[in-house]
């Protein structure tokens, strides 16, 4: 079965510094990958997605990631980071039947 | 509406009472999901609609769970006989066309607490 891991739990950076969140799939075929943002109080938001074509995708506020299939990774960037993206950051791998499959996410911490 | 709404946001319930949990998808969308967050965890699948029809149960974690969405758009998740562990975040989300795009669009949440 498809699985996500994100192998950190809390990132700590400074205000306009650069991030880079990881993402490690488990998947057989190409994998149709996403990146959602939870903030408190607010339901998760997609930022970008990827399904085929160009491996650095680009999406909303901001963020880009990059497909790496010999590393079946997916991580996402941001070159400088502003204190309304602290947040929860899970991404997913889409499974058969239309299902996604989530990481356990990332907690991101902005310091000002 | 203009997103997915959900209701209610807060429940508090006694082990082995009964819970009903209600999503108002965004209109028109065809396809209806189900997720369950623990808490310091990732959503995890409980079900899913296209239109009225359940495609997909595989991820309801006892016959103690129950999801319809009688016409194709309102949907409501029952627990019966809540157990603790029962407590979580349970997320709706509807998306325009089968999900096959994958893009998702989530309500906040409905936040269980078993007693």
Same mark, same amino acid.
């Given at each position: 079965?498809?699985?996500?891991?994100?192998?950190?739990?809390?990132?700590?950076?400074?205000?306009?510094?650069?991030?880079?969140?990881?993402?490690?799939?488990? @998947? $057989?075929?190409?994998?149709?990958?996403?990146? @959602?943002?939870?903030?408190?109080?607010? $339901?998760?938001?997609?930022?970008?997605?990827?399904?085929?074509?160009?491996?650095?995708?680009?999406?909303?506020?901001?963020?880009?990631?990059?497909?790496?299939?010999?590393?079946?990774?997916?991580?996402?960037?941001?070159?400088?980071?502003?204190?309304?993206?602290?947040?929860?950051?899970?991404?997913?791998?889409?499974?058969?039947?239309?299902?996604?499959?989530?990481?356990?996410?990332?907690?991101?911490?902005?310091?000002? | $509406?203009?997103? %997915?709404?959900?209701?209610?946001?807060?429940?508090?319930?006694?082990? $082995?009472?009964? %819970?009903?949990?209600?999503?108002?998808?965004?209109?028109?969308?065809?396809?209806?999901?189900?997720?369950?967050?623990?808490?310091?965890?990732?959503?995890?699948?409980?079900?899913?609609?296209?239109?009225?029809?359940?495609?997909?149960?595989?991820?309801?974690?006892?016959?103690?769970?129950?999801?319809?969405?009688?016409?194709?758009?309102?949907?409501?998740?029952?627990?019966?006989?809540?157990?603790?562990?029962?407590?979580?975040?349970?997320?709706?989300?509807?998306?325009?066309?089968?999900?096959?795009?994958?893009?998702?669009?989530?309500?906040?949440?409905?936040?269980?607490?078993?007693?």
């Amino acid at each position: 079965a498809q699985s996500v891991t994100q192998p950190d739990i809390h990132i700590t950076v400074s205000e306009g510094a650069s991030l880079e969140l990881r993402c490690n799939y488990s @998947y $057989g075929a190409t994998p149709y990958l996403f990146w @959602y943002v939870q903030s408190p109080g607010q $339901g998760l938001q997609l930022l970008l997605k990827y399904f085929s074509g160009d491996t650095l995708v680009q999406g909303i506020k901001g963020f880009e990631a990059e497909f790496k299939r010999s590393q079946s990774s997916f991580n996402l960037r941001k070159p400088s980071v502003h204190w309304s993206d602290a947040a929860e950051y899970f991404c997913a791998v889409k499974q058969y039947g239309n299902k996604l499959v989530f990481g356990a996410g990332t907690i991101l911490r902005v310091k000002s | $509406g203009a997103g %997915v709404s959900q209701s209610p946001r807060y429940k508090v319930a006694k082990r $082995g009472q009964d %819970v009903a949990l209600r999503c108002d998808p965004i209109s028109g969308h065809v396809s209806l999901f189900w997720y369950q967050q623990a808490l310091g965890q990732g959503p995890e699948f409980l079900t899913y609609f296209q239109n009225e029809a359940q495609l997909d149960k595989s991820g309801l974690p006892s016959d103690r769970f129950f999801a319809e969405r009688p016409e194709g758009s309102v949907s409501t998740l029952k627990i019966q006989r809540t157990q603790q562990e029962d407590s979580a975040v349970y997320l709706c989300a509807s998306s325009l066309i089968g999900g096959e795009t994958g893009e998702l669009f989530f309500g906040e949440g409905s936040r269980l607490t078993v007693l």
